[in-house]
């Protein structure tokens, strides 16, 4: 996955012919599934509470999951292969 900020990801959308408002929407959901996949890569899909050692499942997951559905509703937005 490239490490592009957000600025970068909406130019590099909006070069390949997509609408602004398309662009912008498609660059959050994107952000929010890389930035969710960061966390369960480096914490796990199953975490430990820091105080009470519980063991809970990563609430990352529902975020990248959720942000994932969101990118696949926008799969008509040209030139995304170059992000991932």
């Not at 498609?26 to 105080?51: M, Q, T, W």
Request: net charge positive.
């Amino acid at each position: 996955m490239v490490d592009w900020s957000a600025d970068e990801v909406v130019a590099a959308l909006v070069k390949s012919g997509n609408r602004k408002d398309l662009a912008v929407h498609y660059c959050d959901a994107f952000l929010e599934y890389r930035e969710a996949s960061k966390n369960i890569s480096e914490h796990g899909v199953v975490c430990s509470h820091p105080r009470t050692a519980n063991v809970f499942t990563n609430p990352y997951l529902a975020i990248r999951d959720a942000a994932l559905r969101k990118l696949q509703n926008m799969r008509t937005c040209k030139g995304v292969e170059g992000l991932w």
